[in-house]
């Protein structure tokens, strides 16, 4: 059974970074990491859960919504079975839970529980 579970997240002080890791376990030769298009979600306190960043497979293509392109990064490490979330100049409305998310088709698709963000001085 694969899983997902985050790390990375804390407390920082405006115009601060953190790095989002997400490692897998539970993949195997047929069910390979590196066949999971990865994305990364927030959600705020009393907000709707948004996609942050995607990468694919290969991690050739990448996508961001708007508020963050400029400030964060999402890479891969196929080998090591993680996703990375490289955030710059956080603000404080990137404070959320950050979730990472594995997708291979419709039927695969796994979540893990999270990491809390906070961005307050």
């Known amino acids: 059974q694969v899983q997902l579970v985050e790390s990375g997240g804390g407390l920082v002080q405006p115009g601060g970074s953190l790095r989002l890791s997400c490692s897998g376990s539970g993949f195997t030769f047929d069910n390979s990491f590196s066949g999971y298009g990865m994305s990364w979600y927030r959600q705020a306190p009393g907000k709707e859960r948004e996609l942050v960043a995607s990468i694919s497979g290969s991690g050739g293509a990448t996508t961001y919504r708007d508020s963050v392109r400029d400030r964060f990064t999402i890479s891969r490490d196929n080998a090591e079975n993680t996703v990375y979330l490289q955030m710059n100049s956080l603000q404080p409305e990137d404070t959320a839970l950050y979730s990472c998310?594995?997708?291979?088709?419709?039927?695969?698709?796994?979540w893990g529980q999270g990491t809390q963000v906070t961005v307050s001085s």
């Open positions: 998310k594995a997708v291979r088709g419709a039927a695969r698709i796994y």
